[in-house]
């Protein structure tokens, strides 16, 4: 499942979008089903929003995709190969940005992110400061390259993520929760880079957001999990108006001063 190559923002090499495709999938973490059945694919070169209430699956279901986690039943393929092998993921360049950021605070910002090409020897070190300090200037954070992950602010540690991200030069980027922590400015920045990844370099991209406005914003379909079960799957103008009233409930909570849910949670 690939599509015509087109150049990557980074190398300038070519490059080509992967799809994903998700068939039955449900994990079990002891007795607990954190997955249940779920099915969807995404197509490459797409922007695939997936949102849901905390607790819901969203991490465990990326975590599947990168090959972190393993399906307790169903199957996970990332262009047409088995995530959860060796293989797939030494021929298909994807790239995780941790809800946490995942960072080394042992090593500078900018061996943060000069790690990935070292490690594959994919350029030399001229070449890889030129990406690194790229991707630093794309995200506001040229100023930050010499100090450690554990000096700056949360909203800062998500962008060196993202950066470090986009360094690796990924066919398919994942995301969890890229906005989250982030001002006004920088998340509409974000989903700026997410749908130019898309537009210009054909990048597939698969975000877990409780964004609403990137969400309705940039993505081709959306996808909400609740309770591990897949129960809407659709475009953002069908999300305007959802038809499911779990869906618009989640999506479009009204705030009632009278009624107030933390009552109806303490009975
Ligand atoms: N390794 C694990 N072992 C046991 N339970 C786990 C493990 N990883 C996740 N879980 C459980 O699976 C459920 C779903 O977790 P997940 O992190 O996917 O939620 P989420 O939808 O990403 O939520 P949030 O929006 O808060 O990030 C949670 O109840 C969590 O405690
Ligand atoms: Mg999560």
Not at 78 to 105: C, H, I, K
Not at 147 to 163: C, F, N, Q, T
């Amino acid at each position: 499942m690939t599509c015509s190559p087109t150049r990557n923002p980074f190398t300038h090499t070519e490059t080509a979008a992967v799809g994903v495709a998700i068939e039955g999938l449900s994990k079990n973490f002891g007795c607990f089903e954190v997955l249940k059945n779920v099915t969807f694919s995404v197509e490459p070169g797409e922007i695939f929003v997936l949102m849901g209430p905390s607790g819901s699956g969203k991490s465990v279901l990326l975590k599947h995709i990168v090959g972190l986690e393993k399906p307790t039943a169903g199957r996970v393929t990332v262009d047409g190969r088995d995530a959860s092998s060796e293989t797939t993921r030494e021929q298909v360049r994807l790239a995780l940005v941790f809800q946490s950021g995942a960072l080394f605070n042992s090593l500078s910002v900018y061996d943060n992110l000069a790690l990935y090409p070292r490690e594959h020897q994919v350029a030399d070190e001229a070449a890889i400061r030129e990406k690194v300090m790229r991707a630093l200037q794309i995200l506001s954070l040229e100023g930050t390259a010499h100090k450690s992950p554990s000096e700056l602010s949360g909203g800062m540690k998500k962008r060196v993520a993202i950066a470090r991200g986009l360094v690796m030069e990924p066919q398919l980027m994942l995301y969890d929760e890229p906005t989250s922590e982030l001002d006004p400015v920088m998340s509409a920045t974000i989903t700026e880079i997410i749908a130019t990844l898309k537009d210009e370099y054909h990048v597939t991209s698969i975000v877990v957001s409780h964004d609403r406005e990137l969400a309705l914003g940039i993505a081709d379909r959306v996808g909400i999990l609740m309770g591990g079960e897949l129960v809407s799957l659709g475009t953002p103008a069908e999300l305007r108006a959802p038809k499911d009233p779990r869906v618009a409930e989640f999506l479009y909570p009204k705030i009632d001063l009278k009624n107030p849910r933390f009552k109806k949670l303490e009975t």
